[in-house]
């Protein structure tokens, strides 16, 4: 089963961008439809991307269409979320998970990043 660990979370100010990084281990992380979800405090967690194991279907959440952008190099075992033009309201913990082929929910979650944005 494949393990995945997110990096790049920090605190930015409104407007500023970061680059989540998702990196897998354990198994390729190509055979996985992969997404990014977050969770507020106090709020349910919402999907914000999700991208098929090519690469060639992506999906983005409303709230992020034209500011967020969700990639995958599958030679490096790796998915990025880039996050451009951050809101306050942006300001979750991000979770990176993956999804089996064949497999109806995603059941494969990292320990997730913390991004804060700042008004």
């Known amino acids: 089963q494949v393990q995945l660990v997110e990096s790049g979370g920090g605190l930015v100010q409104a407007g500023d961008s970061l680059r989540l990084s998702c990196a897998a281990s354990?198994?390729?992380?190509?055979?996985?439809?992969m997404g990014w979800f977050r969770q507020a405090p106090g709020k349910e967690r919402e999907s914000v991307a999700t991208?098929?194991?090519?690469?060639?279907?992506?999906a983005y959440a409303d709230f992020v269409k034209g500011r967020f952008t969700i990639s995958r190099d599958n030679a490096q075992n790796t998915v990025y979320l880039q996050m451009n033009r951050l809101k306050p309201e942006d300001t979750a913990v991000y979770y990176c998970?993956?999804?089996?082929?064949?497999?109806?929910?995603?059941?494969?979650w990292g320990q997730g990043t913390q991004v804060t944005v700042s008004s």
């Open positions: 998970a993956a999804r089996a082929l064949g497999t109806g929910s995603y059941n494969i």
């Open positions: 354990g198994r390729t992380v190509s055979r996985y439809y």
């Open positions: 991208i098929s194991t090519s690469g060639l279907n992506i």
